[in-house]
């Protein structure tokens, strides 16, 4: 999800026209989609796979085909680096962060099993795949 894919033909002559098909409906040049041709190769590049994108591809030459599947992915969602212990003096801010292995992804702070809301002494902000806590006082 989210990285490209190049699809692949190769030919024995270099003049050969294709036209490229996913389940049956043919591909067109796009915003998501390349369709070329360098020397022998045909080539068709999703540029940002989706899990839309999974399907049964098919070059065809009229004469010719030859065809593929694919299967698009979701990302795993990891934790990549854990909350920490904190140890404070009383009256001192208190900074907790986690980061995630994805962006744009919405997480709640919890304490004693309660859902932690901002406040005027609770900030709760998050930047890419970090997420943050900030206690005042």
């Keep these: 999800e989210e ?20 389940n049956g409906s043919e591909l067109k040049p796009g915003k ?8 022998r ?6 540029l940002q796979c989706s899990l839309a994108d999974s399907g049964f591809y098919k070059c065809d030459t009229g004469e010719l085909n030859t065809s593929c599947s694919l299967e698009v992915y979701e990302h795993k969602l990891e934790m990549v680096h854990d909350l ?3 140890y404070i003096q009383e009256d001192q801010n208190a ?16 304490k004693d099993g309660h ?5 005027s002494t609770t ?11 900030l206690m005042c006082n």
């Excluded at 190769?41 to 999703?46: D, E, F, L, S």
């Excluded at 900030?123 to 806590?133: D, M, Q």
Aim: hydrophobic share 35%; with cysteine; aromatic share 14%.
């Design 32 to 39: 998501n989609y390349r369709i070329y041709s360098t020397g």
């Design 84 to 86: 920490e212990d904190l």
């Design 3 to 22: 990285l490209p894919a190049t699809l692949e033909c190769e030919f024995s002559r270099q003049n050969v026209g294709v036209r490229w098909f996913k």
């Design 95 to 110: 900074v907790f962060m986690c980061e995630v292995s994805l962006a744009d992804v919405i997480g709640d702070w919890y």
């Design 41 to 46: 190769k045909r080539i068709c590049q999703i």
């Design 123 to 133: 900030k709760i902000r998050t930047e890419g795949t970090k997420h943050f806590l």
């Design 115 to 119: 859902k932690i809301r901002p406040s």
